[in-house]
């Protein structure tokens, strides 16, 4: 059987279907509802789709598909409807990519294109837009939306629920904090301004006086500096009228839910209105599948390629919403959605009061982090249960508080199953087949002497699912001896699972004898006896999680029990203060002119937040296309036995299949730059798990799935190769070996020093996970063998000329074009070219348009990430500090091809100084070939690498030495005229003055003391603090990608198109550029329009990327507007300075003058010779530095940062706003690098395990610092600097900016190993070398020290795993005898 297939479900009786026939004979089915206001009646629904699906068919492409799993929140759309539960209308932010067709019969489906356009914009809209909210604009819709609905059903909501409303949305480019303000204007805690219908509609909240003191009205800090405060009221702001919102359609009010079905023999859809419906169908069809909410059913039909041919969506049956609060409990419907329960528990617990109330508390609790809003809409607790995953987050609630579970089935009418009962073995429960879940009793706790409590640990807070996760009960009678308990955990065994031996050895004893602790942690030992290789890792993190909550509760309860105060750092979990933060705008205006250095919001942010803006897959469909979907090996090396797609070809829809045999010759089937060797299709043999075999065409995208799926492919595995230790030791290399070499030969350095320490420094890789995945239409022309190639791509040239190889045609055949990119950061500067090329062959092939866009699984399959890194240092230094030399041995793992492999190398290699100043220096780096995916460009391309690796020694080197880092810092810093080890003199070189100002305007010493203060007062949580600098390069390190082209037409009505090279993915490159072309033919930004990149416009582009897009791009604008200007120089004189571009274009076209030009420009003076050591490598640098302050808590490994503030020198901005948003992102995205964002491959298989939003982190909305300040460098001239504006770039630098968390969290870790109780490490069991992975206590070189080895990114288990302490000890597993862990970090 094909590997794609599963096997089929055997058929259901024949007497079963013809039962299930007469339960749904004379059911409707059309499904009524209406969308955006509009009334629609749906017949012949195809019952395969899925909301979005049918959304974004009929046109409405402003909802997204980011990921199709309910983690990214793009699709966010609304849906109203009147809620039996409550019976209220209730507007739901749902994932329209989850949400069953059949789910919005009888509701109001309200998408973004529903609430406003650009030109009537909805108050929510336009502020996230005007605040600069959206960058790429992906994400925005779903933002939108998630925001709509809250401020729908309160129009005045508090701060908290502002920042909660936004847990199932993710943004890869903003940072989040201007989308932040935008949405706090809603909030209760603005100034009335912002709700002024709630004010009396007339707008001002100083009427009737009762404005704030001080005048109208809010005042955003964080936008406004010293500025007037800013009004969200007319003219420059719509103002919020919750009167004037599309009304909930009057004829739903009446609308009386109908038992519908619908569908063919492959999926049928029933929604039944009665539990008796209900009833009769599982009755009849045991196998019938209920669907809740669906968001557990759809992936597993998305993504496991389950098939439900009957599927029930019981949401709309009252009986299952509803709740009673009982005498002494509470019964809630098996499908109540979370959110209500969530209202339900919370009112409960009103009714109970805080002592009985606890099992809601616990409830509530879960909720709070339970996935996203849009998840909790829908999902429910009925769903939650059946699908007994060992990881659920109320299963161990409901279990630990002896709750009941009432089932009913026609057969047997209404019966219960204890909770304790219910879970059977991995998702498999005791309800029978023809049983449904109808209701959940929850009983409410004794009114003294019970304590209940639920605890979670993720690795992200937000929407994630557990590592561990727990609820833990006891009761006790009035001698503080246990009467009862039950200790539930999840994570920690194939099911929900009871401690038993800890709960039998408990029961009986004194609570609050610390021998009774020892014995109960000795007890939870033997119930968790995890090996080292268990699968889904952290064998000693879990363990860990399990006993810090038992402890964690203990210790809460033993404190009341006795009378006394918790010992709150114990007790409290780290909670967040609501966001805040500043820009400091007032750096920039000494530098604006008329149009250039003014901030503007992005020129695409209206049609970002009504949806208009097109991207790839928005495209209408072209007449006759054909969508691809690509066949991925699933082996990480293999040879390819057999490829046969016959069965494919069989299915209905499929049209063709496409592979290697294909392309014009065999050649044609490679590329790749600078080495052209990776193939579009695998010929005989596989080198990673996702590279492509081929291609199914069919005639849906759906059908291409299906045909791929069926599509038999058979391996002879081969050794893979997947860590860069591994590739080291087998000398896996690509064939590139740079070094940079300054000063004496490096072993006379060293030994020229004091003392030499020496290191291992190893990093993760960083998926892109920009929100639009790779897409692709591909249209063939009828002559002469051209094509039209769309594609989201930071690279049309590349695209160009691969595409034209591989078809074998000239470049001049094929035209390359983007709109814009939902994000790239260098993930698209190369990978983009892989799908572009297969859509063109199949559509050569097929002569047809054919089109693609991956899913998020496939694209972190095939597009490769940024590089992980693994370096061998040793520096010598004085014992005053002062550095000496430093001798590197870095390594990348490049994966399976080169792609950019060893540009990245090169650049690491010349960051690897940091900011500092080294006598000799010799550094050498070599890329590693794996059988991992390709590796490629991201955001800082091997600079952030390089300075991670730069700020390690800087730590360690402090740490042996027994300095403060900051000491070490200072003494080494690089001033102006000092030489680079590359020797390129450093100059406007700012960073002494950066970090200077950074430490002034934060406190920086007043904070260290304060940190420490608090360190030495706090056991179980500690707070660190980091300040670190960068400088980053700016420049192209192949000489030949530095330049880029313009072309400026001037129509004679004075409009102006412009085209230049670079593409727009969010980075406000086109808004920079019009505001340059604006400025230099001194018209309005509102008169110049980019349609788009494109390589029949502008030739030969490099790729937007390396931060100089504004540089290059912005001076070869310059340049064409230049030649304009001398052209339309006689008619400015001829007809006066107030001349508008209509006449004087109008005058000089009469007059046979060209209108158009070309602009080009190179950048001068660099040419950098490796080996030679000589010329210049960089044009200049970006500069920044940071300073951030987390706290952890040292039992669980949670952490947050408080405060962050970032300070750039980016010379004279051209847009602020787009700047401030640039060094934002970058920071977070850097954060995440750095602490969250974990690559993982499943060890036994070589395959990546991290394929979507579901297990792969990266910040949310609540990730960013608490406190977030973002300043420029004012009042220093950059005399040296020749950009245009003097701007500097500012895309990359303040990426490894993020790095400053992680140094942060580090020292406070310290602090934590430095206390008595933090047993020294390198004594511990946990600091065996290896043995834990990334955290390592380690022996410097002189023997004497514990210097700590924090390997990046500190995730929540590195953080724990590092405060080694006597319950860490427990928690220890050894391998054994060849055991590994379960999943492999490259
Ligand atoms: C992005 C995302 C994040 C998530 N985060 C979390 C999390 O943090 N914690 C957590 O615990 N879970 C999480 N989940 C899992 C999931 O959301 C929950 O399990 C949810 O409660 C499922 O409810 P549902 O109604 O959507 O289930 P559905 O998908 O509709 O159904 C799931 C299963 O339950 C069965 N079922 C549903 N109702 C009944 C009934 N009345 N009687 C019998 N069987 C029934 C279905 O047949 C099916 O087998 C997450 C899921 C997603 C997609
Ligand atoms: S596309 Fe639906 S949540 Fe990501
Ligand atoms: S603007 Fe949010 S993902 Fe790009």
Redesign the pocket.
């Known amino acids: 059987m094909a590997p794609g297939l599963t096997t089929p479900r055997p058929a259901a009786p024949k007497e079963n279907i013809d039962a299930l026939q007469q339960v749904v004979a004379g059911w409707d089915n059309t499904l009524t509802f209406f969308l955006n206001g509009t009334k629609v009646e749906l017949e012949n629904i195809d019952p395969e789709v899925t909301l979005l699906e049918y959304l974004r068919g009929a046109g409405l492409t402003g909802t997204k598909l980011g990921c199709a799993?309910?983690?990214c929140g793009a699709c966010t759309v609304v849906i109203s409807q009147l809620n039996p539960t409550t019976k209220k209308v209730y507007h739901a932010s749902v994932n329209a990519c989850?949400a069953p067709l059949v789910s919005v019969d009888g509701k109001h489906v309200i998408t973004v294109e529903g609430i406003g356009s650009s030109t009537r914009p909805h108050p929510v809209q336009e502020r996230i837009a005007l605040m600069h909210g959206s960058q790429c604009g992906f994400c925005t819709p779903g933002i939108v939306m998630s925001l709509y609905a809250l401020v729908r059903n309160n129009p005045s909501p508090t701060e908290h629920e502002v920042e909660e409303a936004f847990d199932g949305n993710l943004c890869r480019c903003t940072g989040y904090r201007p989308i932040l303000d935008a949405a706090h204007t809603f909030s209760s805690a603005a100034s009335p301004c912002s709700k002024a219908a709630s004010n009396g509609g007339s707008g001002c909240c100083m009427d009737g006086g009762s404005g704030p003191a001080g005048g109208c009205c809010k005042k955003m800090k964080s936008l406004d500096g010293d500025e007037p405060p800013q009004r969200f009221t007319p003219p420059n702001f719509i103002e919020y009228r919750p009167d004037t919102e599309l009304i909930f359609p009057p004829s739903l009010h009446k609308y009386e839910m109908k038992a519908v079905a619908f569908g063919n023999k492959k999926k049928r859809w029933l929604r039944p209105v009665t539990m008796s419906q209900l009833l009769e169908i599982k009755n009849a069809l045991p196998s019938s599948?209920?669907?809740?909410?669906?968001?557990?059913?759809?992936?597993e039909v998305k993504f496991k390629n389950a098939q439900y041919t009957n599927s029930v969506y019981?949401g709309d049956i009252a009986e299952?919403k509803e709740f009673k609060i009982g005498d002494n409990d509470l019964t809630i419907g098996?499908?109540i959605t979370?959110t209500d329960l969530e209202k339900v528990a919370k009112d409960t617990l009103a009714h109970f009061g805080p002592e009985r109330g606890q099992p809601f508390v616990a409830i509530i609790k879960q909720l709070e982090?339970?996935?996203?809003r849009q998840?909790r809409n829908?999902?429910?607790?009925?769903?939650?249960l059946?699908?007994a995953?060992p990881?659920?987050?109320?299963n161990p609630v409901f279990v630990a508080t002896n709750s009941t579970l009432v089932a009913q089935s026609l057969e047997d009418g209404e019966f219960e199953i204890p909770m304790t009962k219910f879970f059977k073995g991995y998702r498999t429960t005791a309800?029978p087949p023809n049983a449904?879940?109808k209701a959940i009793r929850v009983p409410a706790a004794a009114p003294k002497g019970e304590f209940v409590r639920a605890y979670k640990q993720s690795k992200r807070k937000d929407?994630?699912?557990?590592i561990v996760t727990a609820a833990l009960r006891v009761r006790l009678n009035n001698d503080s001896v246990v009467e009862d308990v039950n200790l539930v955990y999840g994570g920690m065994a194939p099911t929900t699972v009871q401690a038993k031996k800890a709960i039998e050895y408990l029961h009986g004893k004194k609570w609050g004898d610390p021998e009774v602790l020892e014995n109960a942690m000795n007890a939870l030992e033997e119930d968790f006896p995890l090996k080292y290789g268990v699968p889904g890792g952290m064998a000693v993190y879990r363990k860990s999680l399990a006993f810090g909550f038992f402890y964690r509760f203990w210790h809460d309860t033993t404190a009341i029990v006795a009378g006394k105060t918790v010992e709150e750092d114990l007790v409290n979990e780290i909670k967040r203060n609501i966001s805040t933060g500043t820009r400091d705008n007032t750096a920039a205006k000494a530098y604006e002119q008329k149009v250039l250095g003014k901030s503007k919001e992005h020129v695409a942010a209206m049609k970002q937040v009504t949806g208009e803006a097109q991207y790839t897959d928005d495209m209408p469909l072209q007449q006759g296309e054909l969508h691809a979907c690509l066949v991925l090996s699933t082996k990480a090396h293999a040879k390819l036995l057999k490829v046969d797609p016959s069965a494919a070809l069989e299915l209905p829809g499929v049209k063709g299949w496409v592979d290697h045999t294909d392309l014009p010759t065999p050649d044609a089937n490679f590329w790749g730059a600078p080495v052209r060797h990776e193939p579009f299709f695998a010929v005989d043999e596989v080198h990673t798990d996702g590279q492509p075999i081929g291609a199914i065409v069919a005639s849906t995208a759906a059908q291409a799935a299906a045909g791929a799926r069926a599509v038999l492919v058979e391996y002879e595995d081969l050794p893979a190769i997947l860590t860069t230790e591994e590739a080291i030791e087998k000398e896996s290399f690509f064939n590139h070996h740079h070094y940079i070499r300054k000063g004496r030969p490096i072993t006379e350095a060293l030994a020229s020093a004091d003392r030499v320490v020496t290191g291992v420094v190893k990093l993760g890789g960083q998926e892109h996970f920009y929100l639009e995945t790779n897409a692709s239409v591909a249209i063939p022309k009828r002559e002469g063998g051209e094509i039209e190639v769309w594609s989201s791509t930071q690279n049309p040239t590349e695209t160009q000329s691969f595409v034209a190889h591989a078809l074998g045609v000239p470049a001049n055949r094929v035209v390359a074009k983007v709109k814009r990119l939902g994000g790239g950061f260098g993930g698209k500067e190369t990978r983009s070219i892989q799908l572009s090329g297969i859509c063109a062959i199949a559509a050569k092939k097929m002569g047809k348009p054919v089109r693609c866009m991956l899913n998020r699984d496939e694209d972190m399959r095939t597009s490769g990430a940024r590089h992980p890194f693994l370096a061998y240092w040793k520096v010598g230094v004085n014992n005053d500090g002062k550095l000496v030399a430093l001798d590197v041995d870095v390594y990348c793992n490049g994966g399976w091809t080169q792609d950019l492999s060893a540009a990245v190398t090169d650049r690491a290699l010349s960051h690897i100084d940091g900011v500092y100043k080294f006598e000799s220096v010799d550094v050498r780096g070599t890329p590693c070939r794996t059988n991992t995916v390709s590796n490629t460009a991201f955001r800082g391309f091997g600079g952030p690498q390089g300075m991670f690796i730069a700020e390690t020694y800087m730590e360690e080197v402090a740490d042996h030495l027994g300095m403060p880092v900051d000491k070490l810092r200072e003494i080494n810093l690089y001033h102006e005229g000092d030489m680079t080890h590359f020797n390129q003199e450093l100059k406007d070189y700012h960073v002494p003055l950066l970090i200077k100002q950074l430490k002034e305007e934060s406190n920086y010493d007043s904070r260290r003391k304060a940190v420490d203060d608090f360190n030495a007062t706090h056991k179980w949580k500690k707070r660190g603090l980091s300040l670190l600098a960068t400088k980053f390069g700016i420049s192209f390190t192949a000489l030949f990608l530095n330049q880029a082209g313009a072309l400026v037409h001037i129509y004679h009505d004075g409009s102006i198109l412009l085209a230049h090279g670079g593409t727009e993915m969010g980075q406000g490159l086109h808004t920079k550029m019009i505001q340059i072309a604006a400025e230099a033919l001194q018209v309005s930004p509102d008169s110049i329009h980019i349609a788009e990149t494109a390589t029949n416009t502008v030739a030969n582009t490099s790729a937007t990327a390396a931060s100089a897009s504004s540089d290059l791009n912005g001076y070869a604008i310059f340049n064409a507007c230049e030649q304009l200007n001398e052209r339309l120089q006689p008619y400015r004189e001829k007809l006066g300075p107030d001349a508008t571009m209509e006449q004087l274009a109008t005058a000089a076209y009469f007059d046979r003058v060209n209108l158009s030009a070309n602009g080009f420009y190179k950048t001068p003076d660099i040419g950098y010779i490796w080996g030679a050591n000589s010329g210049q490598m960089f044009f200049y640098f970006t500069q920044g530095a940071a300073l951030a302050e987390v706290e952890i808590d040292c039992l669980t490994g949670d952490w947050t940062c408080l405060r962050a503030d970032v300070k750039m020198d980016i010379g004279r901005s051209i847009n602020p706003a787009i700047d401030y948003g640039q060094i934002e992102g970058a920071f977070v995205q850097g954060q995440g690098l750095f602490t969250m964002e974990e690559l993982l491959w499943t060890r036994n298989n070589g395959r990546l395990f991290t394929t979507g939003p579901?297990n792969y982190k990266i910040p949310g909305f609540r990730d960013v610092p608490q406190e977030f300040n973002v300043s420029m460098l004012k009042d220093v001239e950059w005399k040296e600097l020749r950009t245009i504006q003097r701007s500097r770039g500012v895309g990359e630098p303040p990426l490894f900016l993020g790095a400053s968390v992680f140094f942060a969290i580090r020292d406070a870790v310290k602090a934590r190993r430095r206390d008595g109780e933090g047993v020294a490490p390198a004594k511990t069991a946990m600091a065996a070398k290896g043995v834990v992975d990334g955290v390592d206590g380690v022996d410097g070189v002189d023997g004497e020290k514990d210097v700590l080895r924090f390997r990046s990114p500190a995730t929540t288990e590195r953080i724990r795993l590092a405060c080694a302490d006597e319950i860490l000890r427990r928690a220890y597993v050894a391998p054994e005898e060849g055991e590994d862990e379960w999943f492999v970090t490259i």
Not at 378 to 384: A, F, S
Not at 463 to 466: G, H, L, R, T, Y
């Open positions: 799993e309910g983690g989850l599948k209920i669907i809740g909410g669906s968001t557990e059913t759809q992936i019981v299952l098996g499908n979370l982090y339970f996935a996203g998840i829908v999902g429910t607790p009925g769903g939650n059946a699908t995953s990881i659920s987050d109320l309800l449904i879940i929407d994630d699912i557990a579901g």
